[in-house]
């Protein structure tokens, strides 16, 4: 059992959930792609974020991805399992599952069908709610991309307060609003950056590592990036975050999980099809992924793979 919320520092893959060619979980290959990230240095991995399709996962299915994805880690490597749901009551569910399957802590989207009525007061209540009752840290997702809600620093620093509320990935971008978080909130709160796009400005500001995409294939990079940035070494952290920001930018908000999915396929890891009504990237596509995967140094599967 993980006592310290240090556990969240460094780089996390919010690893994408692989399917064969018949819609079914490939859980063989998700085992091998762990293996290959963890190889370089990343301090664990996050099952069911977005990245993970999961809104298109059956619980039963989620609960299995968890189950698996423990199994390949060791015991000191650290999984985080997505488990926001539009309810209270099934977001308590989903988190009891998945910490009884092997996470050592949950990563919780605001519940936003009603974003209307998701004031600071009812999602406070929400987080406050599904804290309580979860065996396991709780890391807030604010992704207001998707959610179309964005948390407040008022809300934000209040949850921190809760002993099993333990930091937050924040895919929003808005530095002043990370650093103001970073200074309303206990020391022990972490702050990960929800893109590599503002990895490097995010660890200026307060972040201790990143939950990003990129590091799906960049692992290593991302890895030495946060490192670089530890060192003082800010010239060469700055020459990372330039170097890698056409791919990432490529499969996040350009091509989103589809490119991803694409780009481990080239990598020679496994990627594979994505859940309809998501469609593969096209051809065109593949190829401008296969360009900017060179011009970030990450070249062949044959250099990459275990």
Known sequence: MH??????????PPIPTPFDSNDEL????????????????????VVLGSNGESAHLSDAERADVVAAARHALSDDQPLIAGTGAMTTRHTIALTATAAAAGADAVLVLPPFYYRAQMTDRALVTHFRAVADA?????????????TGI??????????????NVWGIKDSGGNLAKMASIHAATPSSFRILAGSAGFLLPALT?????????????APAECVALVRHVLDGKLDAARSLQLALAPLNTAVTSEWGVPALKASLDLLGLYGGPV????????ASVRETLRRLLVQAGLQTPEERIL
Do not use: Q
Not at 3 to 12: A, E, P
Not at 27 to 37: D, E, H, S, T
Not at 134 to 146: A, D, E, G, I, Q
Not at 275 to 282: A, D, S, Y
């Open 3 to 12: 006592t310290t919320s240090r556990i969240l520092d460094g780089i996390f």
């Open 26 to 45: 490939a859980l063989k290959p998700l085992a091998r792609n762990i293996a290959w990230w963890t190889r370089r240095g990343v301090r664990g991995i």
């Open 134 to 146: 979860s065996p396991v840290p709780v890391v807030l997702y604010n992704m207001p991309r998707c």
């Open 150 to 163: 964005d948390l407040s620093i008022d809300a934000v620093s209040t949850l921190a307060e809760h002993e």
């Open 205 to 217: 500001v307060g972040a201790t590592g990143g939950i990003v995409a990129l590091a799906n294939l």
């Open 275 to 282: 859940r309809p009504p998501l469609l593969p990237v096209e």
